[in-house]
């Protein structure tokens, strides 16, 4: 069979701007369990850094399956952009490595949980607690905006809470970065979290979309941790005119027990137009609905959570998110064993020359173009 990943269009496509791609890319994932790691393929594990005994998550990903499951591109993206940035409410990257058999990524460690893992354990979320989430996530997209990037996937699954209960976003795979005067095409994210110009952009083939599309999936999370379900019932296997047409027809319905401010501040987030959505943060700032926030006190994290996570808990179900769990400084010491089964049982297949080749060929240039990120140096 011809290889699932063709290489030479792969390297094209890394120099190509994201935002000029019209390959779809979805996660389709909105009603899944919870998870904890980004939604590359791979695993998890903590490690503890000898030094300063400091823990992080690490995220280990075989490159073959990369390759097979062409997510090379997205990975280099997530890396590339993760080490560039750094903020409060993000998960930040803190050191990118590689070996023969993978690449790994080593981000903050955040045991509280995501909001997804919250909302299927039956939280009820209080006004005051989604306020502050909405606001801190606004100070990490305002940062991302500065950065010229549109996250494309907010939503439930990809706010990690620290053991305080503080959010963090995460998940940049299906991140893009837009230069000034550029506007992103592709249509990319999570359905049902999806702002309504992405599908008019690509059906239409208009002008594109920009970091408002963010500010409208902040305003679709933030009611559906308030009310349980997501104000438009959208799901994954909804066509992309049947979404265009319902905008336009649905109207979302706001709960009487919600104080006038939140739905005002719904309201603003979850406009259609884009031109009137509320999608920066001096909008955010400037709204009567927020006018009691302390912001700099929001943004060094000294404003108490109303919902904080069990202590005494792992909020990641094993199960799902961490399949393999490892609180030692050696997670991987059993790889050489496991690279020599595999060599030999590799040089048993009757597989054609020529296929290994062109896996050789993908390796090699990864193994060339990876980039070594030390955020401590």
């Not at 943004?299 to 490892?326: W, Y």
Request: hydrophobic share 35%; proline share 5%; aromatic share 10%.
């Amino acid at each position: 069979p011809a290889p699932m990943f063709p290489w030479s269009k792969w390297k094209k496509r890394m120099g190509a701007s994201a935002s000029s791609s019209k390959r779809p890319v979805f996660d389709e994932r909105e009603d899944a369990a919870p998870d904890c790691a980004p939604a590359l393929p791979g695993q998890v594990c903590i490690v503890q850094k000898r030094d300063t005994e400091k823990m992080y998550a690490m995220k280990y990903m075989n490159k073959q399956q990369c390759i097979e499951r062409d997510e090379v591109r997205n990975v280099f993206r997530e890396l590339e952009i993760l080490q560039e940035i750094e903020h409060v409410f993000l998960v930040n990257l803190w050191y990118s490595f590689q070996d023969e058999e993978d690449m790994f990524m080593v981000v903050d460690l955040l045991l509280g949980g995501d909001l997804r893992y919250h909302l299927q354990q039956n939280v009820q979320f209080t006004e005051e607690t989604v306020k502050l989430y909405i606001c801190e996530m606004a100070l990490a997209l305002d940062y991302l905006r500065s950065q010229h990037i549109i996250h494309r996937d907010v939503k439930p699954d990809n706010i990690l809470l620290d053991e305080q209960g503080h959010a963090h976003l995460t998940d940049f795979n299906i991140a893009t970065i837009i230069r000034d005067g550029e506007r992103a095409t592709a249509l990319a994210g999570t359905k049902p979290y999806m702002a309504p110009e992405i599908f008019h952009s690509f059906l239409s083939g208009g002008t594109g979309y920009s970091f408002e599309v963010d500010w409208w999936s902040l305003g679709i999370m933030a009611y559906e941790l308030l009310r349980g379900w997501r104000p438009y019932d959208i799901h994954s296997s909804n066509p992309v005119e049947s979404l265009v047409q319902l905008f336009s027809t649905v109207s979302v319905q706001y709960s009487s027990a919600w104080s006038r401010d939140m739905v005002g501040l719904l309201r603003k987030l979850l406009t259609v137009n884009p031109e009137h959505r509320f999608s920066c943060l001096q909008h955010v700032q400037g709204s009567a609905h927020l006018a009691g926030v302390a912001w700099g006190d929001v943004s060094q994290k000294r404003v108490e959570p109303a919902f904080v996570p069990n202590k005494g808990r792992l909020h990641c179900d094993p199960t799902f998110e961490l399949e393999e769990m490892i609180l030692e400084s050696r997670p991987l010491h059993k790889k050489k064993k496991r690279l020599a089964k595999n060599k030999s049982r590799d040089n048993s297949k009757d597989s054609s020359q020529s296929e290994n080749d062109y896996l050789q060929e993908c390796l090699e240039a990864i193994q060339q173009d990876f980039v070594i990120f030390n955020r401590e140096k």
